[in-house]
């Protein structure tokens, strides 16, 4: 952890076909971070989660738009922001899904902020001045989540 910058960033136009380069650039930074495999893929997953959900709704797949990633160490919380400039979302406004009615339907998708709660530590929403909407996902190293070694 003691080789990690304070701050790097990424930005992607929004394309699904940019997630794996997300899933890359936070996935080596946060084994760079210290934590181990299970918690890597978790917090892979939570962003990937808030990507997708930013080239689906903010910008209704339109291709040319750009997604703001940047990866913050504080101590010892791994916090990753991403910005956007499309449609504002109210997280408020979103019920909780009905976990058996998904599975017994086979219903694909509305999982995504269910998720990133329940992958990362802290989740907040704030939308910054001017149209842009940002998310912070917070995963907080502990011992518990770091690679055991022999």
């Known amino acids: 952890m003691e080789h990690f910058p304070k701050k790097i960033t990424k930005t992607i136009l929004s394309r699904t076909d940019n997630l794996l380069e997300v899933r890359e650039f936070v996935s080596d930074a946060a084994r760079q971070f210290g934590f181990a495999d299970e918690d890597v893929a978790n917090i892979v997953l939570a962003v990937d989660e808030a ?6 709704h903010a910008y ?15 101590n010892g919380a791994f916090e ?3 910005i956007d400039e499309g449609k504002n979302f109210n997280p408020t406004e979103l019920r909780a899904p009905d976990l058996r009615q998904n599975l017994s339907e086979h219903r694909r998708g509305g999982l995504g902020v269910y998720l990133m709660k329940k992958l990362m530590d802290k989740v ?3 939308f910054a001045s001017g149209r842009k909407n940002e998310v912070s996902l917070t995963k907080y190293l ?4 770091m690679p055991v070694r022999k």
């Open 51 to 56: 990507c997708t959900n930013i080239i689906k």
């Open 142 to 145: 502990t011992k518990r989540s």
């Open 60 to 74: 209704q797949y339109a291709p040319d738009k750009e997604i703001s990633i940047s990866i913050h160490r504080n």
């Open 124 to 126: 907040e929403y704030n």
């Open 80 to 82: 990753v922001k991403i």
